[in-house]
């Protein structure tokens, strides 16, 4: 009879650890990718191919690393999120070695993108520095990649109490550059440096905060001028004459 040659191959069984498929990164990290390969005799494989596919299932994008064996048939390569787009990512473990069928496994994992707060700044409504030209406005720029609901958070403290206190609070969804301010107006009990920060959260509790920055409110300037009276003469036993100034405070503009 015809002799016959039958191939039998081995099946090897992947067990992606990390991600786990309920932690959620964000972008800049750098992310751990961890699984398991074992074979069809429950043995691990500690001489097998590793490769972590990296798919951005919103964009296309794909990436890829090489599994590095640590010990006992667990395998491990760390990704770098630094410049990659946000949104939904699959991971695919694929393992291969000679005699045996591939190994598979997968999970998905959000990358998102903390809040970034750009140039800060405060003036006052009148250009003056004093506690006449309130109300005071201070701005923020806000922006976050992926579209989430950001809660900006508006801090002030004066030198003298040195205790910071909020308050405002706004929102922006989708913000790109969106500028958002808060005004604060202060009285001739105020006269202080007063020191300002802003901080801001999204949806996923990615975090930023501004530096501290500070600014001088001041008493007012004035000027007095004479309106009325000048180089008058009057009868110092009967006469009278009215003598007048005007008072013009310069924050204020009045």
Not at 7 to 31: D, Q, R
Not at 190 to 201: L, P
Not at 230 to 249: F, H, I, P, T, W
Request: net charge negative.
């Amino acid at each position: 009879s015809l002799e016959f040659y039958v191939n039998i191959f081995g099946s090897l069984t992947n067990n992606l650890i990390e991600p786990n498929g309920s932690t959620n990164y964000t972008k800049g990290v750098m992310i751990n990718f961890n699984g398991s390969v074992i074979s069809d005799c429950n043995l691990a494989m500690t001489d097998v191919t590793v490769m972590f596919n990296i798919t951005n299932l919103d964009t296309g994008y794909n990436d890829n690393c090489t599994g590095e064996h640590l010990a006992n048939g667990y395998y491990n390569c760390t990704w770098n999120s630094s410049g990659k787009p946000v949104g939904w990512y699959q991971i695919e473990m694929i393992s291969n070695k000679s005699g045996y069928n591939k190994g598979y496994d997968s999970i998905t994992f959000y990358l998102s993108s903390a809040p970034v707060l750009s140039n800060p700044s405060v003036s006052s409504a009148t250009g003056g520095g004093g506690w006449g030209a309130s109300p005071y406005n201070y701005t923020i720029y806000v922006t976050d990649e992926d579209n989430d609901t950001v809660i900006v958070m508006f801090w002030l403290k004066n030198e003298s109490v040195n205790q910071w206190f909020n308050p405002e609070n706004k929102s922006c969804t989708s913000c790109s550059n969106t500028l958002t301010w808060f005004n604060y107006t202060y009285s001739k009990y105020n006269i202080d440096r007063w020191y300002f920060k802003f901080n801001a959260t999204d949806e996923h509790n990615n975090y930023d905060e501004t530096v501290v920055q500070y600014h001088n409110v001041t008493k007012d300037n004035v000027t007095i001028n004479l309106f009325d009276g000048n180089n008058s003469e009057v009868n110092r036993s009967s006469g009278s004459v009215r003598l007048a100034v005007y008072v013009y405070d310069q924050d204020s503009l009045q």
